[in-house]
Every structure is written in structure tokens, then in C-alpha cells.
């Protein structure tokens, strides 16, 4: 079975990210950058479906040079081969699902895992777009899969329930936390990585639809007031949480 | 606490290889993910945590240099930076690594028969069989030359009879690499566990090294297969060739140790306010941090060039001894600097400092303790020894 997982290389959760000049786009300079947490699971659970069905996986970002390191990543996690495209300019969630499904169409796997979000801008299209375009089955914010013969059944968390889903091949599917237990990159892995095929090229990116006009960090948070301590404060406070905050 | 990113000051990172410095950051993950969550657990109970041992195996950690037998074929620049990595987490981690690797399966592979490696290495490398090494003997440990660990060639066996102490995972061994005296020589004796009269008894009471299992090895009429000697040594620098290897990874993991405290100082300077302001505005403790930065980089840039050396076949046995030295010492000041920089806090094991503090004064102690390097220096420099 050809598998395909699309990655990206985002700030890691705790940066601080600031605003650039433009006040459209953020600042990397001093920023660490990883693979994004949710893709780590869609590799995982390529390796795990290649294990079972065999095949190649294939891991592919549209990103600069530097995203190297995290295909690089993904190879020493088991990949056998790695993409990267380089957009050459700013993209939004359709014109970068426009070049992945150009690439998905030459690349021709059966099955594509991605993460159900990237943390950078957690717009959470990618998936969804690329099945639309493609006119695949998709399995969003999947929590379990069975892939069968030709079809697959998933499990989805909401709100409340779990949500229990079939469809066919091929398919999308966008992964979240609960799916599995990524691995480490091991030794061997790392050695291994050295030697497998890392192929470069350019993305064939659509029009965007989507302008950002804006990027302003969160309000600063107030200084926070000390209304007392101990027991004798529980009624001043109430009442701010009542009539100031309004959270009761 | 904010995450931890280890410490650059001096950009080193441009000097390993991206190769390099993914194995450093997915040792680095796993010991945040796996290991710390159960430090605190198995230092109150010293005990190791056994249950990771198989996962160890999987990452590749156990002997990563062996081209062979199922090691990686890493350089020692990588395997420094797992120790660097494992000690970041625990000395006792770094301590069982190190045994299995340097003390264990780096002696059979060099020393061994074809059929001893094929009998114990991949199941050492894949942490399916656990190794100790026993050289220290209750009278004998800066000096192990004078060891009265004898044995005694008896047909196709040999007998084995003395006592070895302060044994790294000698409860938890599969196997013992035990050095004794054959006809007054030193040699190597690989000892099952589970041969009849090997036994091992755990030592107790230890204020150090905690999550790490140190015990007696006991050796009354223990009769071995012949086949069980190390073949391709003779003399002290069978043992002493093991313990170079050693040495070299515990200079690495002092590092690992002292960035642990150095990251957990900083930030609890950095929101802990007394008088005014966060104390790492003050001056005295900006002199500790600045200490404890300024020795972690040297130290870094030692281990950086030991490596290399290591690497292309120039290093000297003296040089390994400077950087184990050095480092260790280092380490040990920035624990007892950061002990004190966390106030009450730093005597509970809500931190790491003073575990990190404690197990620093075995590692200070074993592998050559700080004295015996100076005197293996001063022999170097100055061609007297002054051991005697
Ligand atoms: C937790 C732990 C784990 C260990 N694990 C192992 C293991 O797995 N295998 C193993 O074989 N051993 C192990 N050891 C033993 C360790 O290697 C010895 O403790 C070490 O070699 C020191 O020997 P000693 O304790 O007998 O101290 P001694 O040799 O008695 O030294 C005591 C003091 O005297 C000083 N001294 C000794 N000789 C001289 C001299 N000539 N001139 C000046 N000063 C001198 C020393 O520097 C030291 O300060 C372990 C020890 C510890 C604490
Ligand atoms: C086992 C134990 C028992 C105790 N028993 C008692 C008790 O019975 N009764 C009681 O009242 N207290 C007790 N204490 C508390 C003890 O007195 C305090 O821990 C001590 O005063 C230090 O305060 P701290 O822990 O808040 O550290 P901090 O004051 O936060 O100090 C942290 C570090 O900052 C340094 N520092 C602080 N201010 C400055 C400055 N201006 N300039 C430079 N450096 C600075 C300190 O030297 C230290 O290195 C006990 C503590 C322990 C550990």
C-alpha cells in the first residue's frame, strides 16, 4: 500500500511568538521550530499501517530548506522517503490543498495521513480540503483506525461521544492525540535516515482566498488584585466573580 | 518549569552534525517523556526502573558505536550525547547505561571469543540480557591491582572464589564481566547468574545514586566453563581499558547533569521574589549562574574534542582522565551552587538539584576518583608516579 503523510515545521508550543514588521506574519527569528505534535501521530500510524499492510511511506511538507531536518525526522521514525516543496510564497488553506492534490495525483498513494491541525495557524482545512478536492473519503480528528480491505473504519471523539465511521479507499485521514503513541527516532533509524531518498521540487500552489490582515498578539493580561486571604475573603470574592467578572 | 532546551551559550550545536544532533534531542525527549515521571518513585525506593530497560533497547542506547551484533555503528560523538542526555535525567541512568555499554559489552567485544559475542552481545545490545562489571573489592579500589579475587584452573573449568563490592546492577545481572587472578594475572571471567556459588547481595542505606542498584557479588567454589575467560587480555589493562570507555561517556553525562541544574536554577531565580525583585537580580546569584554557565561551556567544548579524538584514534587515556576530572568536579560545584540557590525548596525532591547533588558524589568517587586522576596526570606530566 503507497502511503503518503504530510507534515509541516511549526514554533514549538511554548514559543513566544511575536509579530513581524509587516504586522501580517510572525517573527522566527528566535523561535525553535519542530515537527507539529499532530503529525507526529500521522507518521506513526503510517508506520503502523505499513507494518501491517506493507507498502512505502512517502512524508511530504511545502516549506523552505530548513524543514529538511523534519523530513530528516520522519525518516529516521521509519519513512522510507521524503518530499519537500518549496511554495516559494505565502499560501492559505486552498491554494496549499490545490498544490497538495497536483502532488497527491503524481504521487498516487492509496491512503494520505495528516495532522488534524497545524499549531502555527490551527486552521485545520488541510484534510478536509485535500479529500474535497480529490473526492476521497475523509476521517477527521481520527482517535482510532482499522483499515480493511478496499474501506477503513474510524473513531471519532466529540463532544460528549464517540463517533464510530466507515468509509472507502482511498482515503484522508487527519490525526489527533489519542490515535497513537509516536516513537522516538531510534539509533538505527538516525543511521538509516543518512541513506534514504530525500527528493526536492516546487509547489504548484493555487490562488490563495484568504488575506491576512492582520497579526497582534493576545491583549497583556491585567495585573491580577488580591481581594484578601483566607476564609474572610471568600465574600469579596464571590462578589467579584459575580458582578465584576460575571463568571457566576 | 519551561521546557528544557539544554545549554548553548557558545553555539557548539555548529559543530555536530544534524545526525548528531537528532540523537541528542530524541534521547533528550525520551528521558523528559519516560524516565522523569518516575525518578522521584525510584530514588525514594532504590530501585532502577526495570521497565524501561526493553524500550532502551529499541532506542539503540546499549553499545551504539558496535558496527555489529545489532548496535547502531554510531560515532563517539553520539554516544557521548546520549550520556550527556541520560545523565540529564539521573546519574543512575546514565550509571546503568555506561555498565551495560562500556563495562559490559565494550570488554566482550574486545576481549571476547567469537562464541562469547555471539552468545551475549545482541542480547546486551537489545537490553535482553543485563551485564555488571566487578573489579572494586572491599580492600582493594583505588588500587584493583591488588585484588585477592583468585582463580583456579581445575580441568575444563576454572573456580572462582572472593568477593566483589559496590557492584553497579549486580542484583539485576544476567551476567557478571568479573576480573580475578589467574596464576597472579588479571583476567577476565564472564559469570552467569544462576551458576552455583555466584550469588549477589544489594547494598543498602546509600544517600547517593539512588535509583540505581548497587550490590556485593560473592564467589565461593564458583566453578565456570573454560570457555568463560576472556581470551584476548591479560594484565590491569584489561580492566582499565574498560574503564577509559567509561570514563569517557561520564565526562559527557556530567555535562548532562549540570545543564539539569543550571535549567532548574535559572528558572527558579528567575520567579522567586525575596526583598524586591527575583533573586536572580542579584548580584550574588547572578555570580553562581554566571559560574555555573561559564564551566558547563568549557566542559563542553573538552568533551567536544575528546570525542573527535576519540573518533580519529588520537585520544590518550590521560586525556579521558582530565575531562572525567573536570567535569565531574564541575558538575558537583553547580549542584551544591543550585542546592543553595533554591532555598528550602532545594532539599525536596520537587526538584532535581539536590538528587543531581548526591548522585555526583559517587560519580566523583567511582571510575577513578577526583584524586586518582590528579595523580594519573601528575604521572603523565611528570613521569614519577606518585600513586605509591
Ligand atoms: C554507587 C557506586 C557504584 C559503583 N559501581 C562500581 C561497579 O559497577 N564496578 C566496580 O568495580 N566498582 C564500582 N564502584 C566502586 C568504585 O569504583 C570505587 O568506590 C572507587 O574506585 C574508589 O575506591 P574505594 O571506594 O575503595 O575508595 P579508596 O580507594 O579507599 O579511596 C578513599 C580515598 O582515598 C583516596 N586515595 C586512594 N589512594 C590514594 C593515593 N594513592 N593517594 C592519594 N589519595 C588516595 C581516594 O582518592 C579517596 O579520596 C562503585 C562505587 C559507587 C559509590
Ligand atoms: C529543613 C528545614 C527546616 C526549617 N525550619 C524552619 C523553622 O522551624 N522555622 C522557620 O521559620 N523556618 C524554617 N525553615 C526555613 C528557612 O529558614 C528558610 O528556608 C531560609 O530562611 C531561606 O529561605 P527560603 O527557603 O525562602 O530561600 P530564599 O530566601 O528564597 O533564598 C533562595 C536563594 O536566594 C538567595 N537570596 C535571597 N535573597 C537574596 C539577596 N537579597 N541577595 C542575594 N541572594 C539572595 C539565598 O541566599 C538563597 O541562595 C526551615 C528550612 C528547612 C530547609
Request: net charge negative.
Amino acid at each position: 500500500m503507497e502511503i503518503l503523510v504530510l507534515v509541516k515545521r511549526v514554533p514549538a508550543t511554548d514559543s513566544q511568538i511575536k509579530p513581524a514588521a509587516d504586522g501580517k506574519s510572525y517573527d522566527p527569528a528566535g523561535l525553535e521550530f519542530v515537527l507539529n505534535p499532530y503529525d507526529e501521530h500521522a507518521v506513526e500510524e503510517a508506520l503502523k499501517t505499513k507494518a501491517a499492510k506493507e507498502g512505502t511511506v512517502t512524508v511530504l511538507t511545502v516549506g523552505g530548506k530548513e524543514a529538511q531536518k523534519d523530513l530528516r525526522t520522519c525518516l529516521a521514525m521509519g519513512a522510507d522517503k521524503a518530499v519537500l516543496l518549496d511554495p516559494g510564497q505565502e499560501f492559505d488553506g486552498k491554494s496549499l490543498s490545490e498544490a497538495l492534490a497536483a502532488k497527491v495525483k503524481e504521487l498516487a498513494p492509496e491512503i494520505v495521513f495528516c495532522g488534524k491541525q497545524s499549531v502555527d495557524n490551527d486552521d485545520a482545512q488541510i484534510g478536509p480540503r485535500l479529500a474535497g478536492l480529490l473526492a476521497w473519503s475523509c476521517l477527521t480528528d481520527a482517535a482510532s483506525l482499522e483499515i480493511g480491505d478496499g474501506t477503513w473504519t474510524g473513531q471519532r471523539d466529540i463532544e460528549g461521544a464517540k463517533e464510530v465511521v466507515e468509509g472507502k479507499l482511498p482515503a484522508v485521514i487527519s490525526c489527533s492525540k489519542g490515535l497513537n503513541e509516536p516513537r522516538y527516532p531510534n539509533l538505527k533509524g538516525i543511521m538509516a535516515a543518512k541513506k534514504k531518498p530525500l527528493e526536492e521540487g516546487s509547489a504548484e500552489l493555487g490562488a490563495p482566498a484568504l488575506t491576512v490582515i492582520a497579526l497582534t498578539p493576545p491583549p497583556a493580561r491585567p495585573e491580577p488584585t488580591i481581594v484578601g486571604e483566607g476564609p474572610d475573603a471568600v465574600d469579596a470574592l464571590m462578589d467579584k466573580l459575580k458582578n465584576e467578572a460575571k463568571v457566576l | 518549569m519551561s521546557r528544557y532546551t539544554g545549554v548553548d551559550f557558545y553555539n557548539l550545536d555548529a559543530l555536530f552534525t544534524e545526525e548528531e544532533l537528532m540523537v541528542r534531542d530524541s534521547i533528550r525527549q525520551w528521558v523528559s517523556d519516560r524516565f522523569l515521571p518516575l525518578v522521584n518513585e525510584h530514588y525514594r525506593a532504590g530501585t532502577f526502573p526495570m521497565e524501561l530497560v526493553p524500550e532502551m533497547g529499541e532506542l539503540g542506547i546499549f553499545g551504539p558505536t558496535l558496527p555489529d551484533y545489532g548496535g547502531a555503528g554510531m560515532n563517539n560523538l553520539c554516544y557521548g550525547l546520549i550520556l550527556q542526555e541520560l545523565e540529564r535525567g539521573d546519574s543512575g541512568l546514565r550509571s546503568f547505561v555506561s555498565v551495560q555499554g562500556s563495562l559490559c559489552i565494550y570488554p566482550i567485544h574486545a576481549y571476547g571469543s567469537e562464541e562469547q559475542k555471539e552468545k551475549y552481545l545482541p542480547g546486551m545490545i537489545a537490553g535482553k540480557l543485563i551485564g555488571c562489571f566487578g573489579l572494586t573489592e572491599p580492600d582493594f579500589g583505588s588500587n584493583p591491582g591488588g585484588m585477592i579475587t583468585k582463580a583456579v584452573d581445575d580441568g575444563d573449568s576454572y573456580i572462582l572464589n572472593g568477593a566483589k563490592m559496590w557492584i553497579t546492577n549486580g542484583g539485576l545481572c544476567d551476567l557478571a564481566v568479573v576480573w580475578a587472578k589467574l596464576d597472579g594475572r588479571i583476567r577476565g571471567f564472564i559469570v552467569e547468574n544462576g551458576t552455583d556459588g555466584f550469588s549477589t547481595r544489594d547494598q543498602h542505606g546509600k544517600f547517593s545514586l539512588r535509583a540505581s542498584v548497587t550490590s556485593e557479588l560473592i564467589l565461593e567454589d564458583c566453578r565456570i566453563p573454560k570457555s568463560h575467560i576472556l581470551p584476548q587480555v591479560e594484565g590491569l589493562k584489561g580492566p582499565l581499558g574498560c574503564l577509559t570507555q567509561a570514563r569517557y561517556g561520564i565526562a559527557w553525562g556530567a555535562i548532562g547533569a549540570a545543564q539539569a541544574v543550571y535549567h532548574e536554577c535559572l528558572d527558579y531565580s528567575l520567579s522567586r521574589v525575596q526583598f524586591s525583585k527575583p533573586i536572580a537580580g542579584y548580584q550574588l546569584v547572578q555570580n553562581k549562574l554566571v559560574w555555573m554557565l561559564n564551566e558547563i561551556t568549557k566542559a563542553q567544548f573538552l568533551c567536544w574534542r575528546l570525542g573527535n579524538m576519540k573518533d580519529d584514534g588520537s585520544m590518550d587515556f590521560s586525556q579521558v582522565s582530565m575531562a572525567k576530572r573536570n567535569n565531574v568536579w564541575m558538575a558537583l560545584e553547580c549542584a551544591r551552587l543550585g542546592r543553595d540557590m533554591l532555598g528550602a525548596n532545594g532539599v525536596t525532591d520537587e526538584y532535581s538539584v539536590m538528587r543531581h547533588m548526591c548522585n555526583l558524589e559517587s560519580v566523583i568517587t567511582y571510575e577513578g576518583t577526583h584524586d586518582i586522576h590528579t595523580l594519573i596526570l601528575g604521572h603523565k606530566i611528570t613521569g614519577i608516579p606518585a600513586y605509591d
